[in-house]
């Protein structure tokens, strides 16, 4: 699985931080990023928690 945020829509609530620290951080700009290249299984359904739980749909995984 990979992850990406879009960086158009994030308004940097951190919402997926709080899920998922293990994949997602706040950058220098105040927005989330995705830290991985690929999604460890053992991430897998954080990530997904955190696709359906951001205000902005800004991540997309698959």
């Known amino acids: ?12 609530h951190g919402i997926c931080t709080t899920i998922c620290p293990s994949v997602f951080e706040i950058n220098d700009d105040g ?4 830290t991985v290249s690929e999604i460890p299984a053992e991430f897998e359904d954080a990530v997904r928690d955190a696709v359906k ?3 902005e749909q800004a991540i997309e995984a698959s």
């Open 1 to 12: 699985m990979k992850a990406r945020v879009d960086e158009e829509r994030c308004r940097g």
């Open 31 to 34: 927005y989330s990023v995705v």
């Open 53 to 55: 739980d951001c205000p």
